[in-house]
C-alpha cells in the first residue's frame, strides 16, 4: 500500500520538475484536496518534498554511481519522485525504515504498470539501503551543499565564508514557520495568547529577530483567525526586520517605492502614524490595486505606477521630498531558499548580474525622490555579494548624473538591538543565525548637488 504522503510529495516533485510551479504552492494545493489527513502525513509529504530538493544532485549522483551506465535514467517524473523519496528517506529520515521506502517506491512505480523500472528502482535502492547499513549516514549538510549550482556554491562562499555557506544551504527548518507582523497599536503577547486559546491545533510563539513577529506552525490558514488585516497580517519575520530597518519615525514622510502588493507598506504606515504619511510605488500598476484593496490600502496615501530603472510611468509625478525611501528591490531571491528551493534549480549568474545592474537603476533613480540629509534603505531577499556589497559600493562611487549622492550611513534601528550592530551601516539576516529568511540591508544618506 502506498501512503498518501508519498503520492502527494510524487505529484508535487513531479509538477516542480516538469512546470514553473513553485514546490510550497504545488503542496498547499494538494494538501488542500486532502484536508482530512492526518497531519503527521501532512508532515511526511512536506518533508519529502523539501528533502528531495534540496539534496537532489548529491542523492542523483549517490544513485548513479550504483547503475551500471553511472546514469540515473527514469523514464518519468513521477518515478524519479518515488526513487528519490526513497533515497531520501533511506538517507535522512530516522522514522522511515529503508525496507518501507524500498517497497513503497517499488511498489508506486509497478502500480502506474511500469514493472521494468519498478525493478531497476528495487536493485539501485536496496544497493543504497546496504552501503548506508555499513558505512552509515551521509551528512545532510554537505548533501544540500553538494546539490547547489556550483555558481550559487561559490557566490556563497564568497559573499559568506565556507562553513556559513554550508549553513546557509543546510538550514532548516524546512518549511520555516509562518510569520504574522502585529501592529504596534496592539499587545504581541496578548496576541499570542488570544491565538493559542481560538486554535489549540496551532503553536504560537514569539519571533526572535523581529519585536513584531509572532511565529506559527499548524495552524492551517491562518486567514480564518481572528485579528487578521486589522491587528496583524501575514508577514515573514525578516521582511518585518527590513521594514524596521528604514528606521521610520512617528509623522514622517515616506515612500515604499518597489511595494508591491503592500505588506511593507502597512507596517511603514503604522510606524509614522496618522500624523505622517505613507506612498507607495511599483512597476506594476495590478500590484498596486491590490495594495489598496488589502490593509496596506488604510495605511498609504497615493500610490505610483512608475518604471524606476526607465524612469518612466508615474516618475516625474512623484514628490522629491521623502524623509525616507525604503527600496526592496527585485532580486534573485536566494534568501528565501529554505521556503523556494526550486529558486536554485531555476536562477542562474546571469540572473544575478542582470538583477544587480537593475537594482543600482533602481535605488539611483528612487533616491532623487529623498529630501536632502533623507535617508534610503536597500534591501533585497538575496545573501550573494553581487547584489549587496557590489552594488553598495557602486552606489556610492560611481556618479550617476542624477543630482545626488548617496553616502553610507548607519542603519537607524532602534527597535533591532541584537540584528544592527551599533553604528553598522549593513546587515544580514540569515537563516542559520536569525531563523528568518536571508536578507541584505544597507543604509544610506541622500545628499542633493
Ligand atoms: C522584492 S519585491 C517587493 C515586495 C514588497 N515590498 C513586499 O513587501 O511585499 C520587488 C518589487 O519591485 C517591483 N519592481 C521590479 N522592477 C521594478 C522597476 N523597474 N520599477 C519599479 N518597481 C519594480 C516588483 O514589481 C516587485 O513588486
Known amino acids: 500500500m502506498i501512503s498518501e504522503a508519498r503520492i502527494i510529495a510524487a505529484r508535487v516533485l513531479a509538477r516542480v520538475w ?69 533515497a531520501y528517506a533511506i538517507c535522512f529520515l530516522d522514522r522511515v525504515p529503508a525496507f518501507a521506502a524500498v517497497n513503497e517506491a517499488v511498489g508506486a512505480i509497478r502500480s502506474e504498470g511500469d514493472t521494468r523500472t519498478g525493478s531497476f ?20 549538510t554537505e548533501a544540500a551543499s553538494a546539490s547547489a549550482p556550483g555558481w550559487l556554491r561559490g557566490s556563497l562562499r564568497r559573499s559568506l565564508g565556507r562553513s556559513a555557506a554550508e549553513a546557509y544551504l543546510s538550514a532548516g527548518p524546512v518549511p520555516p514557520p509562518l510569520g504574522l507582523s502585529v501592529s504596534l497599536a496592539e499587545d504581541r503577547a496578548a496576541w499570542i495568547a488570544r ?46 526586520v527590513v521594514a524596521l530597518a528604514l528606521g521610520a519615525k512617528r509623522g514622517e514622510r515616506v515612500l515604499d517605492a518597489c511595494a508591491g502588493r503592500g505588506n511593507k507598506t502597512w507596517l511603514l504606515a503604522d510606524e509614522v502614524g496618522p500624523e505622517g504619511a505613507v506612498d507607495a510605488a511599483d512597476l506594476y500598476a495590478q500590484k498596486l490595486d491590490r495594495l489598496k484593496e488589502g490593509p496596506a490600502g488604510r495605511g498609504a496615501r497615493k500610490t505610483y505606477a512608475v518604471d524606476w530603472a526607465a524612469r518612466t510611468g508615474a516618475f516625474e509625478e512623484v514628490p522629491r521630498d521623502y524623509d525616507r525611501v525604503l527600496v526592496d528591490a527585485p532580486c534573485s531571491g536566494v534568501g528565501t531558499l529554505r521556503r523556494r528551493p526550486e529558486i536554485a534549480l531555476r536562477r542562474t549568474a546571469d540572473d544575478v548580474k542582470r538583477l544587480s545592474e537593475l ?74 543565525v536569525q531563523g528568518t529568511d536571508g536578507y541584505f540591508v544597507g543604509g544610506f544618506l541622500v545628499r542633493r548637488g
Not at 504545488?26 to 509529504?45: F, I, N, T, W
Open 359 to 432: 537594482q543600482i537603476a533602481i535605488v539611483r533613480n528612487a533616491a532623487t525622490r529623498v529630501k536632502d540629509g533623507g535617508r534610503l534603505v536597500f534591501a533585497v531577499c538575496s545573501v550573494l555579494r553581487e547584489e549587496a556589497e557590489e552594488v553598495v559600493e557602486r552606489l556610492v562611487t560611481e556618479d550617476a548624473g542624477t543630482g545626488v549622492r548617496l553616502e553610507k550611513a548607519p542603519i537607524e534601528a532602534e527597535l533591532l538591538p541584537g540584528i544592527v550592530g551599533e553604528g553598522a551601516a549593513s546587515f544580514r539576516l540569515l537563516p542559520h
Open 121 to 140: 528502482a528495487n536493485a539501485i535502492l536496496r544497493k543504497l539501503s546496504a552501503e548506508i547499513e555499513a558505512k552509515g549516514r551521509p551528512s545532510l
Open 195 to 240: 491565538l493559542r486559546q481560538v486554535c489549540p491545533d496551532g503553536t504560537f510563539e514569539e519571533g526572535q529577530a523581529s519585536p513584531r513577529a509572532i511565529l506559527v506552525r499548524g495552524a492551517g490558514d491562518v486567514r480564518r483567525l481572528p485579528g487578521v488585516g486589522t491587528a496583524w497580517i501575514v508577514q515573514e519575520e525578516g521582511a518585518q
Open 18 to 86: 516538469s512546470t514553473e510551479a513553485f514546490a510550497a504552492a504545488a503542496l498547499d494545493a494538494e494538501l488542500g484536496r486532502h484536508a482530512g489527513m492526518d497531519p503527521r502525513d501532512a508532515g511526511l509529504a512536506t518533508e519529502l518534498v523539501y528533502g528531495v530538493l534540496r539534496t537532489e544532485g548529491a542523492l542523483v549522483a549517490r544513485l548513479s554511481a550504483m547503475t551500471p551506465k553511472g546514469k540515473l535514467d527514469l523514464p518519468s517524473p513521477i518515478a524519479r519522485a518515488h526513487v528519490l523519496m526513497a
